[in-house]
Structure formats: C-alpha cells, structure tokens
C-alpha cells in the first residue's frame, strides 16, 4: 500500500478511536473522567509517530471539533478550541520529535506532552480570560499536571506498546514517507 494512502487510512482509524474511547470511558462513575484519562490524546499521539507530524496536527485539530459536532463534547468554546491547539501540538510535537530523534518514543511522547500542555494553558489563558473567567497558573498546574496524572501514566505505559505492536507488523516496516 502507498504510504500517503496508508497513512491517511490510519489517521481516519485514529480519529475514529478518538471519538470512540471517550464514549467507552463515560462508563467509568468519576466525575470529569475525559479530564483525568485523557482518552482523545492516545489517537493523536500514536499518530503523529506513525503517520508523521502532518497527519499527526490533522488528527489533533479534527478531533475536538469532530467530537463536539457528533456528541455535543467537549463543549466548543472554550475546552473544545483549546484542546484543537492542545492536540494539534501533540500531533506535531510527536511526528517532529520522533523523526529528529529517530525513534525515540519517549523523547518524543514527553516532549510532546510538555509542549502540548503548554499550549493549552496559553490557549486557556486567552479563551478563559474572553469568556470573562479567570485561568491562572494553579488551574494550569491542576489540569495540565495534576488531575491529568493518572492519564500521563497510562500514556507513558500504553503507547510505546502500541507502537511497537504496528511497527512490527509488515505495512508498517515500509519508510514513513513525512
């Protein structure tokens, strides 16, 4: 398969999952569980590593609005145009970073993770503040590190499993085309 095809197979593959895990994890009774596991990030992390930084700010940028569009969440204004920049520089960061690094998952997954954070508050700052509320740095710190720990984690843990299942399957062993 071509990698320009394959690549955007895979990217539709992760926005679906994308829209799917929050759905899943809603089962789960703790109140603001998409905050605390961060089901939308996975898709877009594993596919800027996979597909490259363009397809990876596709994903992110999709997303959020695709979400909101069919489910009606996150809630478009503000959460939902922050985490379009949030997982947008996820997508980036990560295809950037795994390619310069030359396939380091963890580099690129950390740094992404801290660019990507550092985006949404200053997208948080500035939509927050129009909307007329306040978001200063202990509402950063809380959810960009604290209540988003558990998430981090299970990032940290599950993706580079992920990525490493599909670069041992044969349509990923091909060089990624960027």
Same mark, same amino acid.
Do not use: D
């Given at each position: 398969m071509?990698?320009v095809?394959?690549?955007?197979?895979?990217?539709s593959?992760?926005?679906a999952?994308?829209?799917l895990?929050?759905? *899943?994890i809603?089962?789960?009774?703790v109140m603001n569980?998409g905050a605390?596991l961060?089901?939308m990030?996975?898709p877009v992390l594993i596919c800027g590593?996979?597909?490259g930084?363009? *397809?990876?700010v596709?994903?992110?940028?999709?997303l959020?609005?695709?979400?909101?569009?069919l489910?009606?969440?996150?809630?478009? *204004?503000?959460?939902g145009i922050?985490?379009?920049?949030?997982?947008a520089?996820?997508?980036?960061?990560?295809?950037?970073?795994y390619?310069l690094?030359k396939?380091?998952i963890y580099?690129?997954?950390i740094?992404a993770?801290?660019?990507?954070r550092?985006?949404?508050?200053?997208?948080n700052t500035?939509?927050?503040?129009f909307?007329?509320n306040?978001?200063?740095w202990?509402?950063f710190?809380?959810?960009a590190?604290i209540?988003a720990?558990?998430?981090?984690?299970i990032?940290?843990?599950i993706?580079?499993?992920i990525?490493?299942?599909?670069q041992?399957?044969?349509v990923?062993?091909?060089?990624t085309?960027?």
């Open positions: 071509n990698n095809i394959r690549n955007i197979v895979f990217t593959l992760c926005i999952i994308g829209l895990l929050p759905q *899943f809603k089962i789960i009774p569980i605390v961060l089901p990030h996975i590593i996979l597909c930084w363009r *397809f990876g596709i994903c992110g940028a999709t959020p609005i695709l979400a909101y569009v489910t009606g969440m996150p809630p478009i *204004f503000p959460i922050s985490m379009m920049f949030e997982l520089t996820y997508g980036l960061l990560t295809g950037l970073l390619e690094t396939g380091k580099i690129s997954l740094g993770m801290i660019g990507g550092l985006v949404m508050g200053i997208a500035i939509l927050f503040n909307a007329g306040a978001f200063g202990m509402a710190i809380s959810s590190f209540t720990l558990p998430g981090i984690i990032q940290l843990i993706i580079p499993v990525i490493m299942a599909l041992r399957n044969l990923w062993k091909q060089a085309q960027y």
